[in-house]
């Protein structure tokens, strides 16, 4: 640790296409906003809270600017870690795939009308079970019962039908199952959950049952048990 900073709500913590300088941040108390401006405009692509750190892709894929902006989405404490420590402990750790990884997926997950609802922390847990599978313009995906699929980006047919962003198949959470063939028209982008994980974090996460419900409601999909049966108690105080 290096130092303690604090922020105002608006305040801007990190710009995009700035030098490092040789930190990445740990948030302490508060909210952050992360923003990336696309040339057009800018896209809120994240918000972070105590816990999480800011600034550590830079670092991660050794480019030395910032990706992104970080704002104080409300009066926030950050910690100052310097990047010599932070490398050596991932690199330690081997964490850091998984973290590229998640960074990755942050776009896309943020983008995603099934998960627009969802706090952030549970959006990261979500982020950190998953997968993108990309697909060419011909190539096709068969999408089964043990996994969600769920279009990022792109454009295919599945069962003759024309579909994009936001389509869902195979395993459906507190929805009905749709398998079949999905073939890419152009490139696509798609996000990929494994039933057992999802299903399991899901369980821990009423919030996330409870917004997936809201959304199933609001597509007019056929009502199916959302409720999260028995909740062990075990080891809980009496």
């Known amino acids: 640790m290096e130092e303690i900073r604090r922020y105002n709500q608006g305040d801007v913590i990190l710009v995009q296409d700035e030098d490092t300088r040789g930190y990445v941040y ?6 952050c906003e992360v923003v990336h401006h696309d040339g057009n405009q800018p896209l809120g692509i994240a918000k972070l809270q105590a816990g999480d ?8 894929t050794g480019r030395g600017f910032r990706n992104a902006s970080v704002v104080a989405a409300s009066p926030a404490t950050l910690c100052l870690i310097s990047e010599d420590t932070f490398k050596a402990f991932i690199d330690a750790e081997n964490f850091r ?6 960074w990755q997926l942050r776009p896309y997950m943020k983008s995603l009308p099934q998960f627009s609802d969802i706090e952030s922390t549970s959006l990261e847990l979500a982020g950190s079970i998953a997968d993108i599978v990309h697909l060419k313009a011909a190539e096709s995906l068969e999408a089964d019962k043990k996994s969600w699929y769920i279009v990022s980006k792109g454009e ?6 024309n579909c994009g962003a936001g389509m869902e198949f195979g395993w459906r959470p507190l929805g009905l199952e749709v398998q079949g ?29 409870y917004s997936l419900r809201k959304y199933r409601v609001s597509q007019n999909d056929p009502e199916v048990n959302w409720l999260l049966g028995v909740v062990s108690t075990e080891g809980t105080i009496q």
Not at 156 to 161: A, C, H, K, L, S
Not at 182 to 209: C, G, H, W
Request: proline share 2%; aromatic share 8%.
């Open 97 to 102: 795939d998984s973290l590229i990884t998640r």
């Open 26 to 31: 740990l948030i302490l108390t508060g909210y």
């Open 53 to 60: 750190i800011v600034g550590e892709m830079a670092v991660i």
């Open 156 to 161: 295919g047919m599945f069962g003759g039908i």
């Open 181 to 209: 063939m999905l073939t890419a028209n152009t490139s696509m982008d798609i996000v990929k959950f494994s039933k057992k994980e999802f299903d399991q974090m899901r369980l821990r996460l009423p919030a996330m049952n």
